[in-house]
């Protein structure tokens, strides 16, 4: 597989002129921020200015630091546009899987108002008269059982940040990892969500595109055998 010959090294799972999808790191910022530790745009850019000056790289969309997986990149404006559109228009199907503690159904569609704290960073659930509050809705399928852990497929009908972490931990169901949602647990251990699979329309061949990355064979993701299967 293709790499950046960054630091941190980032896996490249497609590239052409108008695209770039990487495998995010997990623990890696998406963009930077006032912390100035390593991001994926600045270190994608980095890569792409090897062959080309200022580089125009845009962002689609975002996944919170601590998580991994797939996620998309535009590299001409024109692109940018036409993704973002997709976006907004919901036919850009990203699935995400996550580990959770508690006893979720067999599936469920999860709906709430979320109010982010800038200066905490931390987002919470409120009544949805609520100045600001915006909605937040997710679909899940939950795909198999083991040591008293879920693995749950998921599907965002919105984009909002911590979405998926906040839903599930006010449900009952917090992922396995999560520091910020999670009851006790320590700071610093990878969460268990990962954006898995992504399936879009190209900007300019207007074919369909699917990528599926499953997540590495370590904790807790090991004690599932479709994880792997």
Known sequence: MKQTHTQPEISIIYEDDHLLLI????????????????DVLSLCKEYLSRSKNNPYLGLIHRLDRPVGGLMLMAKNRN????????????TMQKTYWAVTFGSPPKNGMLTHYLLKNRESNIVNTVEGN??????????????E???????????????RPHQIRVQLAEEGYPIWGDYKYGPDQPDGRNIALRAVELAFEHPQMEQQLHFELAPSNSTPWSHFSIAHS
């Open 79 to 90: 692109a940018a546009d036409a993704l973002s559109q997709q976006i907004r228009d919901r």
């Open 145 to 159: 059982e083991a040591n008293e852990l879920n693995l749950l497929s998921i599907h965002l009908q919105t984009g």
């Open 23 to 38: 495998d995010k790191p997990v623990n890696v910022l998406s963009q930077a921020d006032h912390t100035g530790d390593p």
């Open 130 to 143: 609520q100045k600001k509050a915006k909605e937040a809705v997710l679909s899940f399928a939950k795909l």
